[in-house]
């Protein structure tokens, strides 16, 4: 698969055994519950025998977030293999992803090419560009502007911003290589919905570290039968099941299905946005 889904359709199916049967045939569609989905075959003997299907897909193009302090890179030359990322799922041109900036920090750059180097910073005439938080100041998208290593990283002079990062501040990173706009959105997520009581959760963020480990956000609470959904700026940005509510996948998708509870318990929930396929799991505890 190029992209990742929570569906397949079944292009051909070859039994050996005769006497044997499947509910599965070609043009039949197959759900992929965390990336897995079954298959049973009934042989001629009456027994019954499950195969499991793995979706393998191609990883997303992405671009690298490196964090600048003053002559203190976080690594330089990028590590692909630890390095915060951006992707862009539909290779597209278009990149989003979700990166911590902690504190200290002076700056940072979008990496589009490891070998050879091609950094993209942000060209405004010299001097400190007034990177800001849309929280406060709902400034438009930042213009940025390709830019070969070393020129930048913006601005060329900085003030140290320990204002934007305290080491779990998060953000909400979209960058089109079309247009060459970058988007910057603080966030905190929560879970929402009527097994919350309506109110909102607040999950704990990861605590970054310059390493490849998935970066989860997580909660362990009481939830009542009912649903949830992730939801990070007052519900501006929200996440549900890429499928439907009775067939959770879980795979998330913008404004995707409520995430069922069916009975009331305590549960950890694990966020994943660690890669442009985003993912969930719920456990009852």
């Given at each position: 698969?190029?992209?990742?889904?929570s569906?397949?359709?079944?292009?051909?199916?070859?039994?050996?055994d005769?006497?044997a049967?499947?509910?599965?045939s070609?043009?039949s569609?197959?759900?992929?519950?965390?990336?897995?989905?079954?298959?049973?075959?009934?042989?001629?003997?009456g027994?019954?025998?499950?195969y499991?299907l793995?979706?393998?897909?191609?990883p997303?193009?992405?671009?690298?977030?490196?964090?600048?302090a003053?002559?203190?890179p976080?690594?330089?030359?990028?590590?692909p293999?630890?390095?915060?990322?951006?992707?862009?799922v539909?290779?597209?041109?278009?990149?989003?992803?979700?990166?911590?900036?902690?504190?200290?920090?002076?700056?940072?750059?979008?990496?589009g090419?490891?070998?050879?180097?091609?950094?993209?910073?942000?060209s405004?005439?010299?001097?400190?560009f007034?990177?800001?938080d849309?929280?406060?100041?709902?400034?438009?998208?930042?213009d940025?502007?390709?830019a070969?290593?070393?020129?930048?990283?913006?601005?060329?002079?900085?003030?140290?911003?320990?204002?934007?990062?305290?080491?779990?501040?998060?953000?909400?990173?979209?960058?089109?290589?079309?247009?060459?706009?970058?988007?910057?959105?603080?966030?905190?997520?929560?879970?929402?919905?009527?097994?919350?009581?309506g109110?909102?959760?607040?999950?704990?963020?990861?605590?970054?570290?310059?390493?490849?480990a998935?970066k989860?956000?997580?909660?362990?609470?009481?939830?009542?039968?009912?649903?949830?959904?992730?939801?990070?700026?007052?519900?501006?940005?929200?996440?549900?099941?890429?499928?439907?509510t009775d067939?959770?996948?879980?795979?998330?998708?913008?404004n995707?299905?409520?995430?069922?509870?069916?009975?009331?318990?305590?549960y950890?929930i694990?966020?994943?946005?660690?890669s442009?396929?985003?993912?969930?799991?719920?456990?009852?505890?």
């Amino acid at each position: 698969m190029k992209v990742r889904d929570s569906v397949a359709k079944v292009k051909q199916l070859s039994i050996l055994d005769k006497n044997a049967t499947s509910l599965v045939s070609p043009g039949s569609t197959l759900l992929f519950v965390n990336n897995v989905s079954t298959i049973t075959i009934k042989n001629g003997d009456g027994s019954t025998h499950n195969y499991y299907l793995k979706m393998t897909f191609t990883p997303p193009l992405a671009k690298y977030i490196l964090l600048y302090a003053h002559d203190n890179p976080e690594s330089d030359p990028i590590d692909p293999s630890k390095a915060q990322i951006i992707s862009s799922v539909n290779a597209d041109g278009k990149y989003e992803g979700y990166v911590v900036i902690g504190n200290p920090w002076w700056n940072f750059y979008v990496i589009g090419s490891v070998s050879p180097e091609m950094y993209y910073g942000i060209s405004n005439g010299g001097g400190a560009f007034p990177l800001s938080d849309a929280d406060s100041s709902g400034s438009a998208p930042l213009d940025v502007l390709q830019a070969l290593y070393p020129d930048g990283p913006w601005p060329s002079d900085p003030p140290n911003w320990t204002g934007w990062g305290d080491g779990s501040t998060w953000w909400k990173v979209n960058f089109d290589t079309a247009s060459t706009l970058l988007s910057l959105q603080k966030v905190l997520f929560s879970i929402t919905g009527s097994a919350t009581g309506g109110t909102a959760q607040a999950m704990t963020a990861p605590a970054y570290a310059y390493s490849s480990a998935p970066k989860l956000w997580s909660i362990t609470t009481d939830l009542s039968a009912g649903d949830f959904q992730f939801s990070a700026r007052d519900g501006a940005i929200v996440y549900g099941d890429a499928g439907a509510t009775d067939n959770l996948t879980g795979i998330l998708a913008s404004n995707g299905s409520a995430i069922s509870v069916p009975t009331a318990g305590n549960y950890t929930i694990f966020l994943n946005l660690s890669s442009g396929y985003y993912s969930y799991t719920i456990t009852k505890n």
